[in-house]
């Protein structure tokens, strides 16, 4: 009896110190003069425990904790999706756990202080379940010329009832940068967003993560359109129920890019809506995305703002004139010493041309992906779309500048083409009401993404 009492004693240990971990938790990181907040909800699942980060300042919630463990006061956890990891001691007499926060190969000291709740992000526009509607996993593999097959994964939801459905399905493309299925931005999930929009109104809608990373990294936009046009004739060649739906392609930002790209090659693609898709080149594009940019940052002088400029126009210009991405790289790198070398320290910190500055943009100078942007002939492939095309921009768009791309547009698209263009007044980038369109402003508004644009889309699907 006595041998028992005690193995049932060392049973109850785990679970009365789990106790004492257990709730929600806040603390701050500095980071250069600044903060970040950091929040950790811990909970007790039976003899295990279960966690979730917040990252309010950067409109991140419910960062999944892979592994956790509490043993002798020492708390331990990691979180696989953001290269974290903690480990801290707690102090039962003054509720805390302080120890140590590592991610990308760096250290910073976070003390976690209890808090009587969690941060919660208020975003009323993400759908909920359960939904009036069938959505189900679709899992294909691609077939890439050099990286052999490469899974692609999404979700597909369509009307429940077959009378319902309108016999339309559109396939969304997300735009630059690893993306989720649902273009997840700041706590925003835009493609949820408007795959439950339309699926109440009758339309299947299919969207899906990006290329696994390690795949992601090695390709091209062209690599993105032969995806996205393969998806295409899945769902028309191969899938029972949509062999007679006309499918088309909604893309927002490149993937409105890629939305023309296939539909000028593929005759499956029946329409095409591109949100903010960009038809001019990428130099100009990127020239306009630091002129705005810059034009609200009182940080700057005018002529360390049009020195800024000056390089990048002169960055692009080599990229554009290199015969492969090793020679733009190789030149691009040795532009940006010659020009930060004569630079102060202070100039070299505001114009992010520090060693540490210089070889972030090399990183992304030096992918495949940024070489072929500049090499992207939109103008080539609109004389081939021969499909009804829906654009849309916002006028506060700090990073798509809409009068040139509908130019673009209504100047290469053949006559024949259904062409309708719609620019929003006060709406930014995802399309969401704002007062300047930084990209700061995204995660601080809890609109995703305005009805109006919504509705419009839908009554263009609707005539068509």
């Known amino acids: 009896m006595r041998?028992?009492?005690l193995i049932a004693i060392a049973l109850l240990i785990p679970f009365a110190a789990f106790s004492q971990i257990a709730g929600v938790w806040e603390g701050k990181l500095p980071v250069g003069t600044d903060s970040l907040r950091l929040v950790l909800a811990v909970e007790q699942h039976g003899d295990s425990l279960y966690a979730e980060m917040d990252s309010p300042d950067q409109y991140a919630a419910g960062i999944e904790v892979n592994s956790i463990s509490f043993k002798n006061d020492t708390l331990k956890l990691k979180s696989k999706g953001v290269g974290a990891s903690f480990q801290g001691?707690?102090?039962?007499?003054?509720?805390?756990?302080?120890?140590?926060?590592?991610?990308?190969?760096?250290?910073?000291?976070?003390?976690l202080y209890r808090v009587a709740e969690r941060w919660k992000l208020n975003r009323p526009q993400t759908p909920q379940e359960p939904f009036p509607y069938e959505t189900e996993e679709v899992k294909l593999q691609f077939p890439h010329a050099t990286l052999g097959q490469i899974p692609i994964t999404g979700t597909l939801s369509y009307p429940s009832r077959k009378h319902e459905f309108n016999n339309k399905l559109l396939i969304l493309v997300s735009g630059s940068g690893w993306q989720?299925?649902?273009?997840?931005?700041?706590?925003?999930?835009?493609?949820?967003?408007?795959?439950?929009?339309?699926?109440?109104?009758?339309?299947?809608?299919?969207?899906?993560?990006?290329?696994?990373?390690?795949?992601?990294?090695?390709?091209?936009?062209?690599?993105?359109?032969?995806?996205?046009?393969?998806?295409?004739?899945?769902?028309?060649?191969?899938?029972?129920?949509?062999?007679?739906a006309e499918v088309g392609i909604l893309g927002h930002s490149e993937g409105g890019t890629i939305a023309v790209m296939v539909?000028?090659?593929?005759?499956?693609?029946?329409?095409?809506?591109?949100?903010?898709?960009?038809?001019?080149?990428a130099k100009m594009t990127l020239l306009y995305q630091?002129?705005?940019?810059?034009?609200?940052?009182?940080?700057?002088?005018?002529?360390?703002?049009?020195?800024?400029?000056?390089?990048?126009?002169?960055?692009?210009?080599?990229?554009?004139q290199a015969k492969s991405v090793k020679e733009a790289s190789d030149r691009c790198g040795q532009l940006l010493r010659d020009y930060s070398r004569g630079m102060s320290e202070e100039q070299?910190?505001?114009?992010?041309?520090?060693?540490?500055?210089?070889?972030?943009?090399?990183?992304?100078?030096?992918?495949?992906?940024?070489?072929?942007?500049?090499?992207l002939n939109q103008p080539k492939y609109l004389k081939k779309v021969k499909c009804p095309v829906l654009a849309l921009n916002g006028k506060n768009d700090l990073q798509v500048e809409w009068e040139s791309n509908f130019s673009v547009l209504e100047q290469n698209l053949p006559k024949k083409t259904n062409l309708s263009t719609h620019a929003y007044e006060r709406l930014?980038?995802?399309?969401?009401?704002?007062?300047?369109?930084?990209?700061?402003?995204?995660?601080?508004?809890?609109?995703?993404?305005?009805?109006?644009?919504?509705?419009?889309?839908?009554?263009?699907?609707?005539?068509?």
């Open 3 to 5: 041998r028992f009492l």
């Open 89 to 111: 001691v707690y102090n039962a007499e003054n509720e805390k756990i302080k120890g140590v926060f590592k991610q990308g190969g760096g250290k910073l000291p976070l003390t």
């Open 180 to 244: 989720d299925r649902d273009e997840s931005i700041m706590g925003h999930k835009p493609f949820a967003v408007i795959a439950d929009y339309l699926t109440r109104r009758g339309y299947a809608v299919f969207r899906y993560d990006d290329l696994p990373r390690a795949q992601y990294a090695k390709c091209t936009t062209l690599d993105f359109a032969d995806v996205a046009s393969f998806v295409v004739d899945y769902f028309k060649l191969f899938n029972e129920h949509f062999k007679q």
């Open 263 to 281: 539909a000028a090659k593929n005759k499956n693609v029946a329409f095409i809506i591109s949100m903010a898709g960009m038809m001019a080149s």
């Open 290 to 320: 630091i002129e705005s940019l810059y034009q609200q940052d009182t940080t700057l002088s005018a002529e360390e703002k049009a020195e800024s400029v000056r390089i990048s126009e002169a960055l692009y210009t080599t990229i554009e």
């Open 348 to 375: 070299q910190q505001k114009l992010n041309m520090t060693q540490a500055g210089i070889f972030q943009t090399m990183r992304t100078v030096s992918s495949p992906w940024f070489y072929e942007l500049f090499r």
């Open 428 to 464: 930014n980038h995802l399309f969401q009401p704002c007062e300047t369109g930084l990209p700061t402003e995204y995660g601080q508004i809890e609109t995703t993404i305005s009805e109006e644009v919504l509705r419009d889309i839908e009554q263009w699907l609707e005539e068509r």
